[in-house]
């Protein structure tokens, strides 16, 4: 989303546009990765299936708040909350066979996929908040939180092109390409992403985010 959808309002796509038909990009990531994180048993559905039904609530309403919100305040939101997940990730960090987070850590957790589902819904970039929520609140590695977002993000994914396609908005041209361009890229980048483990996907992960974060904070 961060690198197609400015891509594509270069090319004269209207931002509310580009923005929906990125989303249809995203559906072919999270269809191919999902596969492989659920064959390595990287994914909990019993914690993935509430959030992603709280993070839908957030998406909807989000997707149909697309053309009233300002893109550079939104940038700024993300970047935000990203470097402060980031941070609170840092302070501890899941260790094996750690007890199960109380239940009060995890309703925490639960609520906070209803504003990163809209933040999703309006722009996307809910991916990054969600890892850091399943590892914060969840105590999940970084392999098992991003394949266990995987689920929220399919079903974000579905509701929010619901909304762009009842109002005309994605542009089935350009998102039909970028999806058959998605699905081959994210199986590549998962099986490569899994060979490598955890404490280097962290690393990369990591360094990539906080790039990410003082560049919507900045720009």
């Known amino acids: 989303m961060f690198f197609t959808v ?13 923005v929906a038909t990125a989303r249809l990009a995203s559906l072919g990531t999270m269809l191919a990765g999902l596969r492989h994180f659920h064959k390595h048993g990287k994914i909990d559905y019993a914690a993935a299936f509430p959030a992603a039904l709280l993070g839908l609530l957030g998406a909807l309403a989000g997707a149909s708040l ?15 909350l990203t470097l402060l ?11 094996a066979g750690e007890p199960r987070p109380s239940w009060t850590r995890r309703l925490a957790g639960y609520l906070l996929f209803i504003p ?3 933040i999703g819904g309006l722009f996307g970039g809910q991916a990054k908040l969600s890892t850091y929520i399943y590892i914060i609140f969840f105590r999940k590695t970084i392999s098992e939180s991003i394949g266990t977002r995987k689920v929220g993000g399919l079903v974000l994914s579905i509701g929010s092109l619901m909304v762009f396609g009842i109002n005309g ?8 390409c970028l999806l058959a361009g998605t699905v081959l890229g994210a199986n590549a980048g ?18 990539v985010v ?3 974060a003082l560049k919507l904070l900045f720009e």
């Open 6 to 18: 400015p891509v594509m309002i270069g090319l004269g796509i209207a931002p509310q546009s580009a």
């Open 190 to 207: 998962a099986r490569f992403a899994l060979s490598k483990g955890d404490e280097w996907m962290e690393w990369v992960f990591n360094i």
């Open 169 to 176: 908005i994605i542009n089935w041209q350009y998102g039909g």
């Open 66 to 80: 697309l053309i009233e919100i300002d893109p550079l305040l939104l940038h700024k939101i993300i970047g935000a």
């Open 85 to 95: 997940l980031v941070a609170l990730s840092l302070i501890k960090k899941p260790l």
């Open 116 to 118: 990163v589902g809209a």
């Open 210 to 212: 906080i790039g990410l």
